[in-house]
């Protein structure tokens, strides 16, 4: 037994595993490239290091790959025939792997917050279940649990910049986004390295609509993030975003070209920040070119995984997009038989929620507008369980807006687009699409004033 830069006990009897372990998970909290090199040499060092298994599996799942699900399988069945004698948080963590990889995030998540209230220094378990939180929507978890942490975390406890990362993003989730701010600027300052701290007050930044700030907060190079791995391309997709509502598109296609689209490989495709990103771009009327096509390639090798219901809801756009309808549909019907079938939140939200949405994508993207209005409305305000942020869930609003108004549903538009000024009343193409529709409605003086609030905005700038 040896302990980490933490004190947590590890069962082995290897010092230098525990010391590789502890630079893992440094690594994969930094976002760095080292993460998997870091625990295979671990399990040289100790091949029966359960907790080095278990990061490897986690490793492995964050590809979001179901390739990697017969080598987990064959992995845990090993470790649990081994059975051995160790501690509870790792048995614990075994019992996360294992839901994670049925899909049943909900115990998984369960799981590691049981290790969490026990060993709240448990850095690898507080970052997991903040993503599978993330996952599965579900901000006042994602909030309670870093908080129910953060009381055993201070600045002297190696790693702390990323718990406060950590609930910098949350609180932003949550709304609280003058203490997301403060929280994250705090991470930052203390780790410059850390990018999910420096992605949490984007977030902030994008809510709020301070979209020049946003732009400048995120101003890195490519060389800055050059160690960094594919997260970094979500930060650009980021950048990306305020250069969009900026009406820069060109800087947009820019950042879409260098940053994101190299990202496909057999092991990951980028399809959540790609396929957003496209689809933002045509909504807000930008020509995107071929674009679609490579994406919407991989997309179709794709449409059996049902790893993460968000994955397989920008799939199913990437295909729809590009009007592969019949295999965007097949999709769909793979989907209803996992769901049938399988068990847990994955299983359940895409029934509940995810075939619904990507039948509703498919109409917007067949021209089937009423239908894919009829679809939406009803669930615009019940699409967290699929995951994502508000951000990223932000598309479905973006879509359900444009089928409302080629539908020629106008009060329908109306009533959407007076909630996005609302929301978002420092973007100009807001304002001007609801003195559209207003001035369609002939409510000629509400469409002057949402004009005038257009104009006070200050003009696109190369943000
Ligand atoms: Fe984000």
């Not at 002297?156 to 406060?164: I, M, R």
């Not at 410059?192 to 902030?204: G, K, M, N, T």
């Not at 990437?318 to 592969?324: I, S, T, Y």
Request: net charge negative; glycine share 6%; proline share 3%.
């Amino acid at each position: 037994m040896h302990q980490d830069i933490r004190g947590l006990d590890v069962t082995t009897s290897s010092p230098k595993a525990v010391a590789h372990l502890d630079r893992a998970v440094a690594d994969y909290l930094n976002y760095g490239t080292n993460a998997s090199t870091e625990v295979k040499a671990a399990l040289a060092e100790d091949p029966y290091c359960v907790l080095a298994q278990c990061y490897r599996g986690y490793l492995l799942m964050m590809l979001e790959n179901p390739a990697v699900f017969p080598k987990l399988r064959q992995t845990l069945a090993e470790l649990e025939k081994a059975g051995g004698d160790i501690t509870e948080r790792e048995r614990l963590h075994l019992a996360a792997l294992k839901a994670w990889v049925k899909g049943d995030l909900m115990n998984a998540c369960l799981a590691w917050e049981q290790v969490l209230n026990q060993w709240p220094q448990d850095l690898m378990a507080l970052k997991l279940h903040h993503t599978m939180a993330f996952y599965t929507g579900r901000n006042n978890v994602l909030r309670s649990v870093v908080s129910g942490a953060l009381g055993a975390w201070d600045e002297a406890t190696p790693g702390y910049s990323h718990v406060q990362g950590m609930y910098a993003y949350a609180l932003e989730e949550c709304g609280a986004y003058a203490d997301a701010e403060r929280w994250g600027r705090a991470a930052v300052e203390a780790n410059p390295e850390d990018l999910w701290a420096i992605h949490s007050v984007a977030h902030v930044m994008e809510m709020q609509g301070r979209f020049g700030e946003g732009a400048d907060w995120l101003d890195y190079s490519r060389d800055d993030w050059a160690h960094k791995n594919f997260f970094k391309a979500h930060v650009w997709w980021h950048r990306g975003l305020f250069h969009i509502v900026a009406e820069n598109y060109e800087r947009a296609l820019q950042v879409f070209d260098n940053e994101l689209s190299s990202l496909n490989s057999e092991t990951y495709v980028d399809v959540s920040n790609q396929a957003a990103f496209l689809k933002r771009l045509q909504i807000a009327g930008v020509d995107v070119g071929n674009r679609w096509d490579l994406i919407a390639e991989h997309a179709a090798t794709r449409i059996h995984d049902h790893v993460l219901p968000f994955r397989d809801a920008h799939f199913c756009l990437a295909l729809a997009a590009k009007g592969r309808f019949d295999t965007a549909r097949a999709q769909i019907q793979s989907m209803a038989v996992f769901a049938t079938e399988g068990e847990g939140w994955n299983a359940r939200t895409t029934q509940a929620i995810l075939i619904p949405l990507c039948e509703a994508m498919i109409a917007y993207e067949n021209g089937e507008y009423a239908k894919a209005c009829d679809i939406l409305w009803p669930m615009r305000n019940e699409l967290a369980p699929i995951g994502g942020s508000l951000a990223q869930r932000d598309l479905f609003s973006q879509i359900l807006i444009d089928a409302a108004r080629r539908a020629g549903r106008l009060h329908m538009t109306r009533s959407l687009l007076s909630e996005r000024v609302a929301q978002f009343p420092r973007a100009r193409r807001n304002w001007r699409d609801y003195a559209k529709v207003l001035t369609d409605l002939g409510d000629m003086d509400l469409a002057a004033k949402a004009l005038q609030s257009a104009d006070a905005l200050p003009a696109p700038a190369a943000a």
